[in-house]
């Protein structure tokens, strides 16, 4: 309590760069972090761009998402239990996530077409370009099936046969993904566990990386980007965060970059500027 009032709100609401500087000062000592886009660590590093692409909802897919939002809110009003009203929420978010990403995530019975999800459409589109520029290209989820399930949308719809990486791969299956990737000029996409594609990786052939869905903890998000942007890493890569417009997911990855800038403000960590989501941010993604 007594750092919000001292530290949070007068950085993060009022953008006090006196404080944000204080606080610098007071943590400096206690922190160390390189970069490796620091000149003295990579100085020949490419750039990165980051993409904030959005897609709409389709129209049966909207109105499975107003149904979820109306079960999952009516649910949380029917208990006053703090504990259980916080799991409800976080399992209506997790309902969310899936319709966003395909009817199919959630359902498990709708077909596997593209025309039921604005986000698989807008990804469709994305690698059509992708591969007419004979460039490489990771596409990163948190749910397995949704890869399934984009494998499949991607064999439809541009004849376009995947690699797979996911943590229920054997080594052996998993060393062999990554170097037809890496090697393979004909093996052009490489869908990846979120999870499993987070650290220990080399996939510099790819120049470009999607985020079909949004993470949580960004640090995550980060960590699956950088099997791309790394060294030894020679194209520029590009960075598509894929949000659907109008959902909670923009209200989302509207508090993920407040939370984000406050930690550049003050300590330039970027590794735990979302710990956890208070009652009232909760509320306020469901709330216009």
């Given at each position: 309590?007594?750092?919000?009032?001292?530290?949070?709100?007068?950085?993060?609401?009022?953008?006090?760069?006196?404080?944000?500087?204080?606080?610098?000062?007071?943590?400096?000592?206690?922190?160390?972090?390189?970069?490796?886009?620091?000149?003295?660590?990579?100085?020949?590093?490419?750039?990165?761009?980051?993409?904030?692409?959005?897609?709409?909802?389709?129209?049966?897919?909207?109105?499975?998402?107003?149904?979820?939002?109306r079960r999952g809110l009516e649910e949380t009003r029917r208990t006053s239990d703090r504990f259980a009203r916080r799991a409800l929420i976080l399992k209506?978010?997790?309902?969310?996530?899936?319709?966003?990403?395909?009817?199919?995530?959630?359902?498990?019975?709708?077909?596997?077409?593209?025309?039921?999800?604005?986000?698989?459409?807008?990804?469709?589109?994305?690698?059509?370009?992708?591969?007419?520029?004979?460039?490489?290209?990771?596409?990163?989820?948190?749910?397995?099936?949704?890869?399934?399930?984009?494998?499949?949308?991607?064999?439809?719809?541009?004849?376009?046969?995947?690699?797979?990486?996911?943590?229920?791969?054997?080594?052996?299956?998993?060393?062999e993904a990554v170097e037809s990737f890496q090697t393979d000029p004909g093996r052009r996409i490489m869908l990846v566990s979120l999870r499993a594609g987070?650290?220990?990786?080399?996939?510099?052939?790819?120049?470009?990386?999607?985020?079909?869905?949004?993470?949580?903890?960004?640090?995550?998000?980060?960590?699956?980007?950088?099997?791309?942007?790394?060294?030894?890493?020679?194209?520029?890569?590009f960075v598509h965060r894929l949000i659907t417009a109008g959902t909670f997911e923009e209200k989302i990855d509207g508090m993920l970059k407040s939370k984000?800038?406050?930690?550049?403000?003050?300590?330039?960590?970027?590794?735990?500027?979302?710990?956890?989501?208070?009652?009232?941010?909760?509320?306020?993604?469901?709330?216009?």
């Amino acid at each position: 309590m007594e750092f919000r009032k001292a530290f949070r709100i007068p950085i993060e609401v009022e953008r006090d760069q006196g404080t944000a500087e204080r606080l610098r000062r007071i943590t400096s000592p206690f922190l160390m972090r390189r970069l490796k886009t620091d000149p003295a660590i990579a100085s020949e590093l490419p750039e990165k761009t980051v993409i904030d692409d959005y897609a709409g909802l389709a129209r049966e897919q909207a109105a499975l998402y107003e149904s979820i939002v109306r079960r999952g809110l009516e649910e949380t009003r029917r208990t006053s239990d703090r504990f259980a009203r916080r799991a409800l929420i976080l399992k209506l978010i997790t309902g969310l996530k899936q319709a966003c990403d395909h009817p199919r995530l959630y359902d498990k019975e709708s077909p596997m077409k593209a025309a039921l999800s604005g986000k698989a459409m807008l990804l469709v589109n994305l690698l059509g370009q992708i591969l007419e520029c004979s460039e490489k290209v990771l596409v990163f989820s948190q749910y397995v099936e949704c890869l399934n399930i984009l494998r499949h949308i991607i064999a439809d719809e541009l004849d376009e046969n995947c690699l797979f990486y996911t943590g229920r791969m054997d080594q052996g299956a998993r060393v062999e993904a990554v170097e037809s990737f890496q090697t393979d000029p004909g093996r052009r996409i490489m869908l990846v566990s979120l999870r499993a594609g987070g650290v220990g990786l080399n996939l510099t052939a790819a120049s470009h990386v999607i985020h079909y869905d949004l993470w949580f903890n960004p640090a995550v998000e980060n960590q699956a980007t950088d099997r791309a942007f790394r060294i030894g890493q020679t194209r520029n890569v590009f960075v598509h965060r894929l949000i659907t417009a109008g959902t909670f997911e923009e209200k989302i990855d509207g508090m993920l970059k407040s939370k984000r800038e406050l930690a550049e403000l003050s300590v330039a960590s970027g590794e735990s500027w979302l710990s956890s989501m208070d009652d009232y941010e909760l509320r306020e993604i469901f709330c216009k």
